[in-house]
């Protein structure tokens, strides 16, 4: 069974700085895409940031310049770098991996159980 933990979230103040790390483990062949999403309270899941096998990457336009998403292949790990914090990147922060499994060779999307940022005085 596949399972994506994360880890790194917490309380900071504007302007600082957060490592989010999120490994997979468990039956797996290799893995696509990895990237995170977060959701604020009261608003729909959103699209941060995606890194390919290769390392090709992805950032929502919020975040760009201040984030750097990054992943460790042999480790079945991705990082997310959070500089310069903002009060509105206060949210939960959940991410995915694209998994293909050593049994069935399809690629399923799985999901961390999210890590909370918080960026406050």
């Known amino acids: 069974q596949v399972q994506l933990v994360e880890s790194g979230g917490g309380l900071v103040q504007p302007g600082g700085s957060l490592r989010l790390s999120c490994a997979a483990s468990?039956?797996?062949?290799?893995?696509?895409?990895m990237g995170w999403y977060r959701q604020a309270q009261g608003k729909q899941r959103e699209l941060v940031a995606v890194v390919t096998h290769g390392g090709n990457t992805n950032y929502a336009d919020s975040v760009k310049g201040r984030f750097t998403i990054s992943r460790d292949n042999a480790k079945n790990t991705v990082y997310l770098q959070m500089n310069s914090l903002k009060p509105e990147d206060t949210a939960v922060y959940f991410c995915?991996?694209?998994?293909?499994?050593?049994?069935?060779?399809?690629?399923?999307?799985?999901w961390g159980r999210g890590t909370q940022v918080t960026v406050s005085t």
């Open positions: 995915y991996a694209d998994v293909v499994h050593t049994t069935t060779l399809v690629p399923l999307r799985y």
């Open positions: 468990g039956g797996i062949f290799g893995i696509n895409r």
